[in-house]
């Protein structure tokens, strides 16, 4: 009876290791039927580590092993990261949340709003609304991405190739050709995912003075110890680096970038802060180990405790969540019960969002389907990590939740 027990429950995890072991042939299974080429998974509770494996390959042609050192491609994982970037920046009292962005980019004040027509017949009139610096933070800006193919402004950001596409391109550049393009809605009355934490990482550098890679580094990374997190694969990891991989219609994976000869071996002209990063499992994980302590690591206090519970928070109009406000089928998070902070979803009501969770557990995704969440009201953290585009191929977000949550018995 007693060793049952034992088995049953990890000492101060609370997690039981039979249930556990749900997770591990999910995964193994995504893995075996070639839906992924291979992942890992961390979890930590009360500050402790919970659970770790890694699964399948790095490489698939080389035949290298997915590894706890892996580095990967984490795209907008990075976006919490500028997000905290900024919010120190504020704590310093560089700006405030409700100063529009006009007055740090006065090419900007005298942006339109899109009213209705395409090309030629386009419409547009006035903003009558002030963009903030809050509506970057919490997508709500009326900017755009050009992938989206929603809306006949995405077109005019694929034909200004916004977002880096350019060879040669700065942040600077991005700012540019924005003012000269409308945003898609009055700022602040819909939910939109957009380059916005792009502008977000141009604020950062204009407020610092610094290149956002070098903040980003010097700042967060180096006292955090997230040894290989940073916008290009050190010199010293690049026997690490894994392979990135896209979804073939009708089943498997084709390369996307070879990891031998990836642009992420160079430091990019373009410091995407939406999706610029690269990180290891336990990289991202001392992150979000920070984010739910509060802001501190390890004797590191990176922001205030106020600062992150006021992050974690929603911030959609009247605490409505994102399905109330419009948001279009996006495959980064659920919609209904879901609402957004300062850089991350935020769970309102598992119930309404249809899957287990808990209220005030706050995430966010990458587009090679990468995940992580913290949970304050579980004090638990988990990251997710693999390398597949879209990000939409596979459910194992939602499942994450089920097999993750269902293990813990205390």
């Known amino acids: 009876m007693l060793g049952q027990l034992v088995r049953e429950i990890i000492m101060g995890h609370g997690f039981s290791v039979d249930r556990l072991e749900h997770l591990t042939a999910h ?23 919970a659970y770790f494996h890694a699964f399948g390959r ?55 709003v899109y009213e209705h027509g395409e090309n030629e017949t386009m419409v547009t009139s006035p903003m009558t ?3 903030t610096v ?39 550049d991005m700012i540019d ?65 894994a392979a990135c991989y896209r979804h073939k219609r009708g089943g498997g994976f084709e390369l996307q970038d070879d990891p031998t000869t990836s642009p992420y071996h160079q430091r990019p002209t373009f410091l995407s ?26 004797g590191h206090r990176i922001l205030g405790r106020k600062t992150v519970e006021y992050m974690a928070t929603n911030h959609m109009p009247g605490n409505v969540d994102l399905a109330a406000m419009g948001q279009p089928v996006f495959s980064e998070t659920s919609y209904h019960g879901i609402g957004f902070g300062l850089g991350f979803s935020v769970v309102l009501d598992p119930a309404a969002a249809g899957v287990l969770d808990s209220p005030g557990e706050f995430a ?19 990251v997710f990590l693999t390398q597949l585009l879209p990000s939409s191929t596979h459910p194992i977000r939602r499942e994450l939740k089920t097999l993750i949550y269902q293990a813990i018995v205390d």
């Open 273 to 298: 802060g939406g999706g610029g990063m690269v990180a290891t499992v336990d990289d991202y994980g001392r992150f979000a180990q920070m984010l739910l302590n509060r802001g501190e690591l390890d």
């Open 129 to 131: 609304v002030p963009l």
């Open 177 to 241: 050709d924005l003012a000269g393009i409308p945003i898609t809605f009055t700022p602040g009355s819909r939910w939109n995912y957009s380059v916005a934490t792009d502008v977000c990482g141009y604020l950062v550098q204009l407020f610092s003075d610094t290149d956002l890679d070098v903040f980003v580094r010097e700042r967060i990374t180096e006292p955090l110890e997230m040894n290989d997190a940073g916008y290009q694969v050190r010199s010293s990891s690049k026997d690490k680096f």
């Open 58 to 112: 790095r490489d698939v042609d080389r035949d290298l092993a997915m590894e706890r050192d892996t580095v990967v491609r984490i795209y907008s994982m990075s976006k919490p990261i500028t997000s905290v970037a900024l919010m120190m920046l504020y704590e310093e009292g560089k700006f405030q949340l409700d100063d529009p962005v006009s007055k740090f980019i006065p090419r900007w004040s005298d942006l339109n």
């Open 27 to 49: 995964l193994d299974k995504y893995v075996d039927d070639g839906r992924f080429p291979g992942c890992s998974c961390l979890v930590t509770r009360h500050g402790e580590e």
């Open 134 to 172: 809050k509506h970057l933070l919490t997508h709500t800006s009326g900017l755009t991405y050009g992938f989206m193919n929603s809306h006949p402004v995405d077109a005019m950001y694929r034909n200004a190739s916004i977002g880096g596409d350019r060879q040669g391109s700065t942040l600077e």
């Open 364 to 382: 966010w995704g990458g587009a090679a389907s990468t995940y992580f969440w913290v949970d304050p009201l579980e004090d638990m953290t988990v």
